[in-house]
């Protein structure tokens, strides 16, 4: 999923300092997930957003709304009759909502509440980690499931670096180096060989760098 952290309190009131009408809008997909952007979330910020414009002796009306998916034409038409009685829009879906917010409505302001960080998911109780680069040419296979281009800090796809220190990594010294788990893990299942075949190079043509990425299904447009 994607992962995300809500912008502080001060970056959000300084978007907002001149509105005095705005509505918060949550989603109900990854945002909610990982406690960042669903009802819960949206009615603590609306509630903090209160307090703090009164104390500033600023009032605001906050309306708020969570709906199914931001990422969704289908959802994002259903404020279609209300969006413009505010002078503002709170998003609190990952960075893709106020996109599609933006294009759905191009006469109304929004403005992002989170900070989209990465694809992961949850390792314990409030803790996420990041899993996918979503560099588009899946290699996983190659290394047992584990994803070197994410997990690696340097993206090495052809082994080890030799920095790494009783299984961590040596640049965030808390993380595991993920070349330690896959070396560990051919080891353990007696196919050490396998990381000695020669692969082809990575087709990179498929990631971000070569500009935003589409992805169509031909059965579903017809």
Known sequence: MIVADRKSLEEI???VKDYKNILILGCK?????CNVGGVKEVEILASALRIARQKEENEITIETKVIERQCDNEYVAQIKDSVGSY???VS???GVGPQFLSEAYKEQKFYPAVNTTFFGGAVSHGIWEERCAGCGTCIIHDFDGLCPVARCAKSLLHGPCGGSSKGKCEITKETICIWDSIVSKKME???LND???VR????WRTARDGGPRRSIREELTK
Do not use: I, Y
């Open 189 to 191: 299942q007696g196919r």
């Open 200 to 203: 082809p190079v990575k087709d």
């Open 92 to 94: 609190m879906a990952c």
């Open 13 to 15: 009131l300084s978007m």
């Open 29 to 33: 997909g990854c945002v909610t997930v």
């Open 87 to 89: 002078e503002a829009v």
């Open 195 to 197: 990381l000695l075949k």
